[in-house]
């Protein structure tokens, strides 16, 4: 899928864009996605998020604005999937989910419930989080307010 490419200056803003507008890191403002406790942070040798305690049907919130670009069953390990492209080198995902509430394409704003919680592998009720800059996972600390 090609780039949201920004309009040209000075052109006339008529409909909302259909892709979020490229921002930095400190252009988006960042919520968490949970009201769960944190049970596991990030560490890039084995856990590419954070995963927050959860029961079956909590909300799942989105982090940030963004346009939902999967919903759906995800690879092996992560359930029912989102992903949320924030600016063109950010994304959140949210795993484990028991259902989806938004479609591939849906405009999202931070603290929207976007989904369900369901259960991750092994059985334990999980909302397994992560936010990837220019495709590789980062930890979400650095971008969550302090709680």
Not at 29 to 51: C, H, I, L, T, Y
Not at 74 to 87: D, E, F, M, T
């Amino acid at each position: 899928m090609p780039a949201p490419v920004a309009p040209a200056a000075g052109a006339a803003s008529g409909a909302a864009a259909a892709a979020p507008v490229e921002a930095s890191k400190a252009d988006i403002e960042w919520s968490w996605p949970s009201a769960g406790r944190v049970v596991q942070s990030f560490n890039d040798s084995n856990s590419k998020g954070m995963s927050f305690a959860t029961s079956t049907g909590d909300s799942v919130l989105a982090a940030a604005d963004g346009r939902v670009i999967f919903s759906g069953v995800g690879p092996r390990g992560y359930g029912n999937l989102l992903i949320v492209k924030h600016s063109n080198d950010l994304l959140s995902v949210y795993a484990h989910n028991r259902s989806l509430l938004v479609k591939e394409g849906t405009t999202v704003k931070r603290g929207q419930k976007i989904a369900e919680a369901g259960d991750s592998t092994g059985g334990t009720q999980r909302l397994h989080f992560e936010i990837r800059q220019q495709g590789k996972p980062v930890d979400p600390a650095r971008f969550l307010p302090r709680r």
